[in-house]
């Protein structure tokens, strides 16, 4: 109880809103059609009664709302919404409108004066939730039925971070098993690599991935033009930070990372290339002035990371134990070199399955 107060008065502060009390409602659903709802006794989570099937659609993130509503939308023309002055006829409470002779611009109708909003970006999208939006506790939504279309249904799933082997290849737990992660369109400094030294920055970028990532929850995206996974095994993904933001994008645009593109192009290369031009012009990271001029790979790491550098890794087979290995972190680094070589752990050297190997070596 104490919990769910906590979070009812953040929400109304950050949202100036009291949830509504239903408890006299006859017809719950039909009151609420065409409304966003707040799930406040939850995390705030957002959600639309479409006026036409009276079943409420969950909104996700900003951009996934604004997604949502533009595919829940009815055309219009032009003429049509210029006469209503903004103010829409009863008839279209609660829907949204596009107006497919300018560019399908979105605008929500909003069922208490049937003035309509307009949803041009995810940002204005997710005012015109902040601003009209409706509490409503547990109990009252659970009255009202989910869609059961899935093409709207925008229920977020995250991920943990078990691992991050350096800046472009993570560990994440999926579901109970233990994937590793290439990451779509970048392509960091080598720091574990099986055949290189530590490349100039692959320091700083694994470091960099460390501190957005570790014990970090994140939401993956696929890309059906790279397929599903590469030569390695390793699973093709773009990472989400629980705020929206596009790791693999960050990555680069704060010069950690270079855009790549490995044979065809993918959803975001033109905002990747853009990232990797502001970091040029601005001189971020890598790409600062004499960055890596006098580079030596073996006094490249910062005190606080032991780096081991790793010319060879043998990962044809199951041929070590960890009593080959004088030290947990020398294990390590050949764990990580395998995983980003082969995808796997061919050694069987992390007999928990959680990222570190080889615990007991000093």
């Not at 290439?182 to 470091?207: Q, Y």
């Not at 972190?329 to 190997?357: F, N, P």
Request: with cysteine; charged share 25%; net charge negative.
């Amino acid at each position: 109880m104490k919990k769910q107060f906590i979070i009812l008065s953040i929400l109304i502060f950050v949202f100036g809103l009291i949830p509504a009390d239903f408890s006299s409602a006859e017809n719950l659903t039909d009151r609420l059609k065409g409304r966003i709802l707040l799930q406040v006794e939850s995390n705030g989570e957002v959600w639309y009664i479409n006026p036409d099937n009276s079943s409420r659609y969950f909104l996700g993130r900003p951009a996934d709302a604004f997604n949502a509503m533009r595919e829940l939308g009815l055309g219009i023309s032009n003429k049509d919404f210029d006469s209503f002055n903004n103010v829409a006829p009863k008839r279209l409470s609660g829907k949204i409108l596009l107006k497919i002779e300018d560019s399908g611009k979105a605008y929500y109708v909003n069922p208490i004066d049937l003035k309509m909003y307009f949803l041009g970006r995810p940002a204005d999208a997710f005012q015109v939730m902040r601003n009209l939006g409706l509490g409503i506790n547990n109990d009252n939504l659970e009255q009202i039925k989910i869609s059961n279309n899935s093409n709207f249904v925008f229920i977020e799933k995250y991920y943990s971070v078990i691992k991050v082997i350096d800046g472009d290849t993570i560990t994440v737990d999926i579901d109970g098993n233990n994937e590793t992660l290439r990451l779509i369109g970048i392509d960091t400094p080598e720091t574990v690599h099986p055949t290189k030294t530590v490349e100039c920055f692959g320091i700083e970028a694994s470091n960099k991935a460390k501190n957005l990532l570790t014990g970090k929850k994140v939401k993956l995206e696929s890309d059906d033009t790279q397929g599903e996974r590469d030569k390695y095994n390793r699973l093709l993904r773009y990472v989400f930070l629980e705020d929206g933001t596009n790791f693999n994008k960050l990555m680069i645009n704060d010069g950690y990372a270079y855009e790549y593109t490995y044979f065809l192009p993918y959803k975001y290369q033109n905002e990747f290339k853009q990232a990797e031009q502001f970091a040029r012009e601005n001189k971020n990271g890598l790409w600062a002035d004499g960055v890596c001029e006098n580079y030596d790979p073996e006094n490249s790491a910062n005190n606080n990371e032991e780096v081991i550098i790793i010319t060879e890794c043998d990962c044809s087979g199951n041929l070590y134990n960890c009593s080959d290995y004088s030290t947990q972190v020398e294990a390590q680094s050949v764990y990580d070199c395998c995983i980003k070589k082969v995808g796997s752990d061919i050694h069987k050297l992390d007999a928990d399955d959680d990222g570190v190997v080889c615990e007991s070596l000093p």
